[in-house]
């Protein structure tokens, strides 16, 4: 069975300030992580795919197979990456993206 | 264009209503998929489309009919709701169901108030 696991529901740093929201994945195959970002009443935005291994509004995510993790990092943080987010995974199935629970930043002025 | 797009944005209806929620997508996606989203909660798949044909449904109630008349349109028909029924339905495309590096694009989804 495939899960993903945001660990911090809420986290809530100073604008300026270094961001990593962690995500945890568990699957048994080669799967695929997105991370997609979704602002207050707003649609469901993809952010990144692990694929690609774009740099997006300052963010970056790394794959680690050995850890099962693909945490989401930026160096500074801004106040209009205040936003839920929610990790992704894609394990090939026919069954759609098995969501983390998300995790709702919040930047600080 | 990488816009899925979903009408009506807000919808109210009673118990006893009959209505339907539309979700159109012109980027050549052959899978479609409806999503039910709770305030702060993760979307819970209801239901995908591959090819126009039902392949997934994850035990939803009846009283929510999807329907796939081509490749471009999903439809949801709504009858009998709950007011717990209440949500976001968000619905999203991609170019196929069941491969990988398959990314899901979603609509901006239909507020449903259910009173």
């Known amino acids: 069975a495939q899960r993903v696991t945001q660990p911090e529901k809420l986290l809530s740093v100073f604008k300026g300030a270094p961001v990593e929201l962690k995500c945890n994945y568990s699957?048994?195959?080669?799967?695929?992580l997105f991370w997609y970002v979704q602002y207050s009443r707003q649609r469901l935005q993809l952010l990144l795919r692990h694929i690609s291994r774009e740099s997006i509004k300052g963010f970056t995510a790394d794959l680690n197979k050995g850890e099962t993790s693909f945490h989401l990092k930026k160096p500074f943080a801004q106040e209009e990456d205040s936003a839920m987010y929610y990790c992704?995974?894609?394990?090939?199935?026919?069954?759609?993206?098995?969501f983390g629970k998300g995790t709702h930043l919040i930047i600080q002025p | 264009d990488t816009e899925v797009t979903q009408t009506p944005k807000h919808l109210v209806m009673g118990m006893t209503n009959k209505k339907s929620l539309k979700c159109e997508q012109h980027?050549?996606?052959?899978?479609m998929y409806w999503y039910k989203q709770k305030a702060k909660k993760p979307p819970e798949l209801m239901f995908v489309?591959?090819?126009?044909?039902?392949?997934i449904n994850e035990s939803v109630p009846s009283r929510f009919s999807p329907e796939c008349p081509n490749s471009s349109l999903l439809n949801l028909h709504l009858h009998a709701l709950q007011p717990e029924d209440s949500a976001l339905y968000l619905c999203?495309?991609?170019?196929?169901?069941?491969?990988?590096?398959?990314?899901?694009?979603f609509g901006e989804g239909s507020w449903l108030t259910v009173v």
């Open positions: 489309y591959s090819y126009e044909k039902l392949s």
């Open positions: 699957y048994s195959g080669s799967p695929e």
């Open positions: 980027m050549g996606h052959r899978a």
């Open positions: 992704a995974l894609n394990g090939g199935g026919a069954d759609g993206l098995t």
């Open positions: 999203a495309s991609s170019r196929f169901s069941a491969l990988p590096g398959n990314t899901i694009y």
